[in-house]
């Protein structure tokens, strides 16, 4: 196991009714709130109404920045620091999915920023101020109610970058806001849960077993509840464990220790900053061939892979058998959940398979678990075709 220190500061609280403490969190914070919100389905399912009279109730002036993209974009990000800046707004309050918060993270560290927030995300500045934040999650999928990592678009430029912003003051999780999802975004939200804890759990770190363990109880949960839940979407329990998977798979508890990968990530980032796909469904895409491409660099985490989280039976088969299982299962069960498979899926061919590829490794090489190129990358990519 390598060295860590290890720190989160997010109050989380979770379970049903638990807005009620909005409040008490809001008078903490201050008297001037923007509201980050996306599309509209907040206000359809009575959320909004919710939220606003809780706000209202412990004092607080509203501005606000609807209409969040799914893949936040940078002029989204900036009107909302202007508008802070405007308005004197004392803190944040993100309602809706992992784009929606980490757009009003991007805000939140760009409002004491004398530079462009786009710095950040180029790795030219590392935030030292923040804006405070507070979260209301409505899916569960990207974990960013409980770290401080942030994902912007940069349109112009078709850029998809990530960066390491600010951590939520606290998060509120309530199950039942997640019944109204929709089945697509259910199952977006289940593939990129499920590919955070890969990128953490595919390492050659040697002697990490709690940190292997938990990955594989978290992937089990997730395969567990995810076709409960989409059969019966007001299941309570299978929304709990999904939504509680989701904030666990990345909230910093399996990297502790651990050299991880994220090649994937980046890879997907850079396929939806020219084409605008939804997260978790470029990732259920790429992510089984990213380990038909590196399996091979660590047949045996592979093989324990395939026996403890597919439960394959080992007997009689090698650990390149093993592996392989592991990765058919892995395909299997996301077209059984009605995942895209292809980027055909979303009318994606040849056409800029180098684009991306170089968009992919803007700083060099990525990944950990094996070193990509653009090359490699490119090679990936075209096995997603």
């Known amino acids: 196991m390598n060295n860590f220190v290890y720190r989160n500061p997010t109050e989380l609280i979770f379970g049903a009714g638990q807005l009620s403490h909005l409040p008490e969190k ?3 914070l201050g008297s001037t709130v923007l509201l980050v919100y996306g599309g509209g389905s907040i206000k359809r399912s009575g959320l ?4 606003t009279a809780h706000l209202a109730e412990a004092g607080c002036r509203v501005i606000e920045l609807p209409g969040v993209e799914p893949n936040p974009r940078l002029a989204t990000v900036k009107k909302g620091i202007e508008l802070c800046r405007q308005e004197r707004a004392d803190w944040i309050l993100a309602v809706g999915g992992g784009s929606v918060i980490d757009a009003a993270k991007a805000v939140a560290v760009g409002v004491p920023y004398d530079g462009d927030v786009w710095d950040f995300y180029l790795r030219r500045a590392v935030p030292e101020k ?8 409505t899916l ?4 960013s109610e409980m770290n401080r990592s942030s994902v912007v678009t940069n349109w112009e430029t078709q850029e998809k970058l990530g960066a390491s912003t600010t951590f939520p003051a606290f998060s509120i999780l309530d199950p039942t806001y997640t019944f109204t999802v929709p089945r697509d975004q259910t199952i977006y939200g289940i593939c990129d849960m499920m590919s955070h804890v890969f990128e ?3 390492s050659h770190t040697p002697e990490i077993p709690l940190q292997t363990r938990f990955a594989e109880s978290i992937l089990k949960t997730v395969i567990e509840n995810a076709e409960r839940v989409l059969e019966k979407p007001a299941d309570y329990d299978a929304r709990a464990n999904l939504l509680y998977c989701g904030t666990m798979a990345l909230n910093g508890t399996l990297p502790v220790g651990v050299e991880t990968d994220w090649a994937t990530h980046k890879i997907e980032h850079a396929v939806s900053a020219i084409y605008d796909i939804p997260h978790g469904g470029g ?4 992510f089984p061939k990213w380990m038909r491409y590196v399996y091979r660099e660590n047949v045996e985490r592979f093989s324990r892979y395939a026996t403890e989280v597919w439960g394959i039976d080992a007997d009689g088969k090698t650990d390149e058998e093993l592996s392989l299982a592991g990765i058919e299962a892995t395909e299997a069960f996301f077209a059984r959940i009605g995942a895209p498979t292809r980027l055909a899926d979303y009318q994606i061919g040849e056409e800029n398979l180098d684009a991306m590829a170089e968009k992919a490794t803007p700083f060099g090489p990525i990944g950990n678990f094996k070193q990509l190129t653009s090359t490699d990358v490119r090679e990936i990519l075209r096995m997603c075709l």
């Open 26 to 28: 809001a008078r903490q």
């Open 48 to 51: 909004y109404d919710q939220v």
């Open 130 to 137: 923040a804006l405070p934040l507070g979260t209301v999650l």
């Open 140 to 143: 569960a999928a990207t974990g």
């Open 200 to 202: 953490q759990y595919f």
């Open 283 to 286: 990732l259920a895409i790429i």
